[in-house]
Nanobody, 122 residues
Framework: QVQLVESGGGLVQAGGSLRLSCAASGRTLRGYYMGWFRQTPGKEREFVARISWSGGSTYYADSVKGRFTISRDNAKNTVYLQMNSLKPEDTAVYYC???????????????WGQGTQVTVSS
């Protein structure tokens, strides 16, 4: 089994930055893609970014491209999401997830964290 634990969320003013972390434990995630999703009340979970096992391939939603950066440190079993130039519409619960395939579809991710709240004030 795999456990994913997100941290780093909080309250920030518009234009500010936050860095989210996702620490993995349990069975190895070698070869897995790691993704970040976000969700607001009443809406479906939205893809944000994903990264390959090697870190050599990344992909972003258009809404965050140029502002967010996903990275991973496999030695620490940790994935990061650096969020800059935050906007009020970035407010959501952010989740990290692991998938054996490259995908933006939430249902294709096998493992999920519990989420961390990010609130951006205007």
């Amino acid at each position: 089994q795999v456990q994913l634990v997100e941290s780093g969320g909080g309250l920030v003013q518009a234009g500010g930055s936050l860095r989210l972390s996702c620490a993995a434990s349990g069975r190895t995630l070698r070869g897995y893609y790691m993704g970040w999703f976000r969700q607001t009340p009443g809406k479906e979970r939205e893809f944000v970014a994903r990264i390959s096992w090697s870190g050599g391939s990344t992909y972003y939603a258009d809404s965050v491209k140029g502002r967010f950066t996903i990275s991973r440190d496999n030695a620490k079993n940790t994935v990061y999401l650096q969020m800059n130039s935050l906007k009020p519409e970035d407010t959501a619960v952010y989740y990290c997830a692991a998938s054996p395939v490259s995908t933006v579809v939430a249902q294709r991710y096998d493992y999920w964290g519990q989420g961390t709240q990010v609130t951006v004030s205007s």
